[in-house]
């Protein structure tokens, strides 16, 4: 508490008042007055005989008596008034002199009270000071009247306030006596020791006091002891000891914590220099040595030194010394040295455990397989570690200051120079790449490099950190691999290629075979002659099958059989797939029952003719070996995502069953699906083989649960999308083609130009084609075809691809050259023995309409010629017009796909137009992040919609980013994209000119 605010807030000015006598115009005032009572006394006295005497009237008698009377008493009167005067006068003259004596004596006082030396001051209750003598305010420094009025309290150093506070306090409140010790602050600032003596007034509420400097000895004493005590306070906190080394006596003084820090109890002590040399560790003594004589010649400004004491356990403890000489001799020999010993064990304990970890630390980066760096933001090398030196036999100190790039191959030195600018520019977040980097032994490692940028808090550049992984054995391995690898690809082609020939070898005759039979089965027969050309359609049937299946399965190894992304109808093909088989299960008096969950999605993205091969076998399987009973094909829902969905398709049977030792050889490859007391054994083996890898395309599994005599249940997994709905859409509208609209009846009267080499199939083709109503021309090579099509003028070309002299890929290549030349389109399908999709990619190549594989079906046929016809319906004596294969738009061909229905076709330019940005934005995403799945599925959706509006250029691009995508080939990404964007910016234009209105009427009338 501040005891000023006890006093009171304002007080009356204060003057010192003077005591004073009567003096000299006070003395004739009473003078002059005794002069006047005297001399009206006898007037008096006279004025009351006469009085008298003229009261008496004529009584003479009585007058004079009164007359004498008053005579008399006039005289007295005039006596006792002179004698009253007189004493008036002594009186007088007594009182002044009294007076005269205390004036002399109030007058002194004042002067003694003004001269005193001592400091006297007077005060209100309060503590404020109402009186104060010259001496006072002289000390002071500070005027009188300045003085007044203001609380000697306030002036006070705080310190003093606080250590005075409780005793003022009692003084105030108690009225007693009050004595201390304080520094009073001068308006200069400087401090003045003072000791205060107060009393309080017996006569009055206030203080009388006075203040005494303290003597200037006495004052340093007073702030030597309390330096010492911030010294310790500040000792204490830092847990050091102060020393005084008196080097003439060869006496350290050390404060109290040196024993502190010792163990012992806290106080001071003095050693001798021999006492604490023999506490200190004797390897630290020539270093406390060397120092001390350093700062006491004046070598060094400072003594400082770190060495260890014992303490009073016999344990060392590590002290930091720190001095300076403070006094010297006349010959400049130290005298005197002060300072302070600070315990500084756990620092030390912390800089050994730091050092420790900083060498193991560095033990393990420099044990590391990896090269570890770091750069300033030149590029230069600031650190490496010594797998650097290991790989490459370059000296991380020769290394070090130098630029990476300097240590890179010169042939990846241009492209390792523009990413560390895209680096430092901001181009690139992280640099990952691989580089050779020149050994110093002229051997160059393969090193997989990985770098960031480093930066401050304000984002400027201060470098950049990275690693390099040796990934030398690997290229070698990888050099390896692709040379295995084009042997095994080399060995592939060659098996293909012989199995394509065997394919072709057996599909020829057999499409012979087939189609004889169909037609002999058309004719008048028998029973006996109808059976055994049904036998031997049954047979052809079984032959192409398997033909199937090993091809399928060789496609498989070969890595050429890719799963085909697209828009289907689960129930379309649940249906188809369980169609084939429902007759053959009637005949044999089975049930054949489909049973699809609520929840299963009608509308997927996937590849439905994996999905129908995949069922159409295990249906197969489950009606051949099952007697009687039933057969169930349930479908329900596995797992879904908000894109994806895994559908589980199961196939129950009522069959003969199997072992489990049959189970687990069921899906093998060449294994034949043999049941429980069935050892009849069909086929090569393959289908469930096929099966198994088919299901791990599409993102599943297969597998089987039986027991013998107990039926067989059959489970099929696979992964599907859902469908995005603009592409979807977009995607079903073309689905109702001409193929699948219903007709009265086939078209009829084409002039058919036949290219095929062998006999008996020219005569079954041509057979078949005069039964549906046309008129064929057969030729055996591809160089007859095109004279006959130079020559006459065909409706239709049904053409073989392998074939002497000219191939009918080069054969439908030279008609679309001389298309593009005169205008027109010529339909042009492919029928050949070759079910590879290489053949039917090179078939789109050169704008073939369709493509059939041997053997064909009549019904099959004459659908593909009516699909053909479709593209002759343009009014006559106009040729047909259809943009070539690559042209930006083949509007005519898309026109024809949909039965040339121009509200549907504006519709699906629409849809286009509308729904194109969202999967390109998904493909561009899926770059950016490298996702392969994501881009192939976007890749994929793209290329359907490019399919239903004729956009071949844009179709072709999407198709082989798809690829890229499904053979995980990132770095190629980038470039596929590219080559898409641009071909779809040839795209739009095409389309907005198609969707304008002028265009539109045109098109309409």
């Keep these: 508490m501040n005891l000023t605010e006890s006093a009171p807030p304002s007080l009356p000015p204060h003057s010192n008042r003077q005591v004073t006598g009567p003096g000299p115009i ?125 609380a000697w309290w306030g002036r006070l150093d705080r310190h003093d306030q606080a250590a005075l ?175 302070y010993n600070l315990e500084i064990s756990s620092r030390k304990r912390l800089e050994a455990a730091l050092r420790d970890a900083e060498a193991h630390h560095a033990q393990v980066l420099d044990d590391m397989s990896e090269v570890l760096f770091r750069t300033d933001a030149t590029g230069n090398w600031t650190y490496l570690n010594a797998t650097w030196t290991e790989l490459t036999g370059h000296a991380v100190d020769e290394s070090l200051g130098r630029p990476m790039q300097h240590f890179v191959h010169p042939e990846d030195r241009p492209e390792m120079v523009h990413l560390l600018r895209a680096l430092t520019e901001g181009k690139l977040l992280e640099i990952r790449h691989e580089i050779r980097a020149a050994g110093k032994d002229g051997f160059d490692r393969w090193l997989e490099l990985r770098m960031r940028p480093l930066k401050d808090g304000e984002g400027g550049l201060l470098g950049a950190a990275g690693s390099m992984h040796d990934v030398t054995d690997r290229h070698r391995g990888e050099l390896e691999l692709r040379r295995a690898k084009e042997s095994a690809e080399s060995a592939n082609r060659v098996k293909t290629d012989f199995l394509a020939n065997v394919s072709h070898e057996i599909r020829t005759p057999l499409h012979g075979i087939v189609g004889m039979t169909e037609l002999l089965l058309e004719g008048p027969l028998d029973e006996t002659q109808r059976e055994h050309l049904q036998l031997i359609r ?135 699906a043999a049941r429980s007391g069935d050892m009849k054994k069909s086929g090569v083996g393959l289908g469930l083989a096929i099966c198994k890898r088919l299901a791990e395309m599409m993102g599943g599994e297969v597998w089987a649960e039986s ?92 053409m073989d691809l392998q074939l002497p002299l000219m191939g009918g890929i080069e054969a439908a290549r030279y008609i679309r050259a001389k298309e593009a030349a005169r205008g027109g389109h010529q339909p042009i399908i492919a029928m050949t023995a070759h079910a590879e999709s290489d053949f039917r990619t090179r078939c789109q190549e050169v704008a073939i309409d369709d493509f059939l594989v041997k053997p064909v079906e009549k019904d099959t046929l004459a659908a593909a010629v009516d699909r053909a016809a479709a593209l002759l319906q343009a009014p006559r004596g106009e040729p047909v017009r259809r943009n070539p294969a690559h042209a930006t738009l083949d509007l005519e061909g898309a026109r024809a796909r949909i039965n040339n229905d121009e509200a549907m076709f504006r519709k699906i330019l629409e849809l286009f137009r509308l729904g194109y940005e969202q999967p390109l934005s998904r493909c561009r995403a899926a770059v950016a992040q490298g996702d392969g799945q994501a881009l192939a ?59 304008a209105p002028d265009h539109l009427n045109a098109a309409a009338s």
């Design 707 to 798: 027991a013998p005599g107990r039926g067989s249940t059959f489970h099929f997994t696979a992964r599907f999308y859902r469908p995005n709905p603009l592409v979807g859409r977009a995607m079903a509208l073309p689905a109702t083609s001409v193929r699948e609209q219903p007709k009265p009846s086939h078209s009829t009267g084409l002039s058919i130009l036949l290219v095929e080499d062998d006999e008996l199939n020219q005569k079954v083709a041509a057979s078949v084609l005069r039964s549906l109503g046309h008129y064929p021309t057969a030729v055996g090579n591809g160089a007859d075809a095109i004279v006959a099509w130079e020559t006459t003028r065909y409706d239709l070309v049904i």
């Design 538 to 672: 049954g047979s052809s049937n079984t032959l192409l099958r398997t033909l199937n299946e090993v091809l399928d399965f060789s496609r498989i190894e070969a890595g050429k059989m890719g799963i085909e992304l697209g828009e289907f109808n689960l129930s379309q093909a649940l249906q188809q797939v369980s169609k084939s088989h429902a007759l053959t299960a009637a005949r044999k008096g089975l049930v054949l029952r489909l049973k699809v969950a609520p929840e299963v999605p009608e509308a997927l993205t996937g590849d439905a003719k994996r999905l129908e091969q995949v069922l159409d076998h295990l249906l197969d399987n489950a009606v051949k070996f099952t007697t009687k009973g039933e057969i169930e094909l349930a479908v329900q829902v596995r797992a879904e995502l908000s894109e994806r969905v895994m559908l589980e398709f199961v196939v129950r049977d009522t069959g003969s069953g199997f072992s489990g030792q049959q189970r687990d050889t069921l899906f093998n490859a060449f294994s034949h």
């Design 26 to 150: 006070a003395k004739s005032g009473l003078a002059r007055t005794e002069r006047r009572l005297v001399a009206l006394i006898p007037a008096l006295g006279i004025v009351a005989t006469l009085g008298g005497v003229a009261a008496a009237g004529d009584d003479q008698l009585t007058a004079y008596l009164i007359l004498g009377l008053g005579i008399i008493a006039t005289a007295l009167l005039v006596v006792l008034a002179r004698n009253w005067s007189a004493r008036a006068q002594v009186h007088e003259q007594t009182v002044n002199s009294a007076l005269d004596q205390l004036r002399r004596g109030l007058a002194e006082q004042e002067a003694l009270w003004r001269q005193n030396p001592a400091l006297l001051f007077r005060t209100d209750a309060g503590g404020v000071w109402t009186q104060v003598n010259e001496a006072l305010a002289q000390t002071l420094r500070t005027p009188a009247p300045d003085l007044l009025g203001g």
């Design 937 to 995: 599925l976007a890749a994929h959706n793209l290329k359907g919609m490019a399919g239903n509006i004729g956009a071949n250029a844009l179709r072709a691009a999407a198709s082989q980013l798809e690829r890229q995508a499904r053979e995980a080939r990132r770095e190629t990404f980038g470039e596929g994209f590219k080559a898409l964007e641009l071909a779809l910016a040839e795209v739009l234009p095409e389309v907005d000119r198609e969707l």
């Design 165 to 339: 506070s409780v005793g003022w306090q009692e003084a105030l409140s108690q009225r007693t006596p009050f004595v201390g010790q304080c520094r009073y602050l001068t308006p200069e600032g400087e401090k003045l020791w003072l000791e205060v003596a107060i009393a309080p007034l017996a006569d009055a509420p206030g203080f009388s006091g006075s203040l005494v400097a303290i003597d200037r000895q006495r004052a340093l004493a007073r702030t030597i002891t309390e330096l010492e005590e911030q010294r310790d306070h500040v000792l204490d906190a830092l847990n050091a000891a102060f020393f005084d080394w008196n080097v003439s006596e060869a006496q350290v003084r050390l404060s109290r914590q040196w024993l502190k820090i010792l163990g012992g109890a806290p106080e001071a002590c003095t050693l001798s220099a021999r006492e604490l040399e023999s506490l200190t560790h004797p390897e630290d003594r020539g270093a406390i040595h060397a120092q001390a004589v350093a700062a006491m010649n004046g070598a060094t400004p400072f003594y400082h030194v770190e060495h260890r004491v014992r303490n009073n356990q016999g344990q060392w403890l590590w002290i930091e010394s720190h001095g300076k000489v403070v006094a010297r001799d006349p010959d400049g020999s130290a005298r005197r040295m002060i300072g």
